[in-house]
């Protein structure tokens, strides 16, 4: 869902639009079950950024999300504009998944009242292979949703396609 939210300058400086590759990087499906629940968490955390985990498959450049879990942000003097994924949070989801044939596919998280666009500091966290959803959330409601993952080289996000499943 695109909308026209506020976009600080920020947004366009040279060292932002340098993280960005235009080329597509893929698709993402989610259930519809999986985008109510994100949608419930990023307008509960509001206006302070969450943070979560994308369960599910991979294939390639396909991937099939089948659930999400939120996992504490434990950056506690600049919540509102960054996270820290809690790694025992992490690694918890990780134990419970073990032998069920689903994985940690990606990290979710929202930019309060900003596009969900990544910035430098997303790039500097990012995984080779993860999906990373970021969530723009405009006075606690839900304003967008845009998918990314690293580029092959692993210096840029490349946007990648989704779509929710009935």
């Given amino acids: 869902m695109e909308s026209n939210l506020y976009e600080p300058e920020r947004f ?4 932002y639009l340098s ?3 235009p080329a597509a990087g893929g698709q993402a499906t989610f259930p519809a079950a999986a985008i109510a629940e994100l949608r419930r968490i990023a307008g509960t955390g509001y206006p302070l950024e969450i943070c979560g985990l994308l369960v599910g498959t991979i294939e390639g450049d396909r991937w099939q999300i089948r659930e999400v879990r939120q996992i504490a942000n434990l950056n506690s003097e600049r919540a509102s504009d960054r996270f820290q994924l ?3 949070g992490y690694q918890q989801v990780d134990r419970e998944l073990r032998g ?3 994985e940690i596919i ?3 998280h929202t930019h309060p009242d900003c596009p969900g666009k990544p910035s430098p500091t997303d790039l500097d966290s990012a995984w080779e292979g993860f999906l990373y959803p970021i969530i723009s959330v405009c006075d606690g409601e839900w304003c967008e949703m ?4 690293l580029a092959p080289e692993g210096d840029r996000f490349r946007e990648v396609e989704w779509k929710e499943l009935a």
């Fill in 12 to 15: 366009q400086s040279p060292e």
């Fill in 19 to 21: 993280v960005l590759d």
């Fill in 86 to 88: 809690d790694p025992a």
């Fill in 100 to 102: 069920s044939g689903l």
């Fill in 106 to 108: 990606g990290v979710f």
């Fill in 146 to 149: 845009r998918c990314w993952t």
